[in-house]
């Protein structure tokens, strides 16, 4: 920082420039602030039970957030099967007539926010696919609920996100102004540039989702589950057969793992977090599929970075590609098990080797589709997937572990011009 020409009066005569160097508490305390704020507003978690306490959603809250920070990518990805789910809610109330059916009310019903109250049983969480059933076989009435109804019971604070927009805002433009500048960027600005822009694609899949409904809207209905359902079985809820509520961690890993279940009620009071309902199709597989790749592409970006060793930079060249090449090979395999899982291998069979069969494939699995959509995931997780993906997510964990750790490790020596200002960032306002 120039020296102050102080005249022996004590007074500083003319204009004062503010400093042009920032100080390593600086570095910390605006990524630290913009990765709260970032990953606090970005969540909307599902609807709890009624039962459970303010600490209860508290320490769920916080294990979300540190989700949202170590594997962004994987709240990401989360949020685009429900996303999918949620449009294929809107095409089936769509084609029965409901025409004031939107995403909105399909996210509002995932998350569980309708709760059937039958007359021989404890209330449950119904989804959007289980709530259409009922609806279209009689058993309870359409919600006459609108989406301002939905969204007024929804607790988005328009203040914080406003603030998270101007912190976000300002922490993207900085990154670009000293990349432009050729200032250097620290590692742990590349990792909260990471994680705002994958929370950031978060944001825009739950744009519709609401946001901490803690009541949600009981539906009653006349005929008693056994009336309902028949002698069925049922592990979630007595509607296992419309829609197990899966597959998700708790659900399903969980069970194969020989692991304590999660929540343990049953039927359950709440549909997990962990959900994962439906995978991305179309436009949304794509949408995820980049978004995954450019979280791990963006700390490729750190390659010519200068650390404070030789070896730091490698193993942060190394963790990085490890990083980007177990989310490809991720992408995939799950690639290979979905089309286990959809017959696509046979009609590639098919298509190449016995053409003549395949008109008889397509029609089989398209009823096949039509009739079970819903129950197909109950069977996850496959037995050589898990087994497969289970060393490519260890790869991954301790390739994301090392990235954390040099982030604050690189600061106990950093390149002077890593203290610099991007010229005009201080008139941007931020925290």
């Known amino acids: 920082m120039t020296a102050l020409n102080v005249s022996t009066n004590g007074r500083v005569p003319g204009w004062v420039d503010q400093p042009s160097k920032r100080g390593t508490w600086d570095i910390i305390w605006t990524c630290l602030v913009t990765v709260f704020i970032c990953t606090y507003t970005v969540l909307c978690l599902n609807v709890p039970a009624s039962h459970e306490s303010w600490p209860t959603l508290i320490r769920r809250r916080i294990l979300w957030m540190f989700l949202a920070i170590v594997a962004p990518e994987i709240v990401l990805t989360y949020a685009s099967g429900q996303w999918s789910r949620a449009r294929q809610s809107l095409e089936d109330f769509g084609k029965a007539g409901y ?8 996210f509002f019903a995932d998350m569980g926010g309708f ?25 309870v009435e359409y919600p006459m609920v609108g989406a301002d109804d939905i969204w007024d019971k929804s607790k988005q604070d328009r203040l914080s996100k406003f603030i998270a927009a101007i912190q976000i805002g300002y922490f993207i433009l900085q990154c670009v102004g000293r990349a432009a500048q050729r200032l250097d960027i620290t590692t742990l600005e590349l990792n909260a540039l990471a994680i705002v822009v994958c929370s950031l694609m978060t944001s825009f899949i739950w744009f519709h989702k609401p946001c901490d409904v803690r009541k949600p809207i009981r539906l009653h209905c006349e005929a008693s589950i056994e009336a309902i359902t028949g002698s069925r079985e049922w592990k979630q809820t007595p509607l296992d057969f419309v829609d197990a509520n899966g597959p998700g961690w708790a659900i399903n890993v969980q069970p194969f793992m020989k692991m304590p279940v999660i929540p343990p009620e049953r039927p359950i009071q709440r549909i997990p977090n962990d ?25 490729v970006a750190g390659w010519h970075f200068s650390f404070p060793s030789s070896i730091e930079r490698t193993l942060w060249r190394v963790s ?12 995939i395999l799950e690639t290979a098990a979905s089309w286990v899982r959809l017959g696509r291998w046979q009609w590639l069979y098919l298509r190449l080797f016995d053409s003549k069969k395949l008109p008889d494939f397509e029609r089989q699995k398209a009823e096949k589709v039509e009739e079970d959509r819903a129950r197909e995931p109950a069977t996850l997780p496959l037995p050589w997937e898990f087994w497969t993906i289970l060393p490519i997510v260890l790869s991954y964990g301790i390739a994301r572990a090392y990235l954390l750790a040099e982030a604050f490790a690189e600061l106990r020596n950093l390149h002077a011009t890593a203290f610099l200002n991007v010229q005009w960032s201080d008139y941007i306002p931020h925290i």
């Open 99 to 106: 025409d004031r059916w939107n995403m909105r009310l399909a």
């Open 115 to 139: 709760v059937l109250q039958p007359p021989d049983s404890e209330s449950f969480p119904l989804n959007a696919k289980q709530l259409y059933w009922l609806i279209e076989h009689g058993h």
């Open 275 to 299: 959900r994962f309902p439906m995978n991305p199709y179309g436009f949304q597989e794509y949408f995820v599929c980049f978004g995954t790749l450019l979280f791990s592409g963006i700390h």
């Open 320 to 331: 990085s590609l490890i990083l980007f090449g177990v989310t490809a090979m991720f992408w």
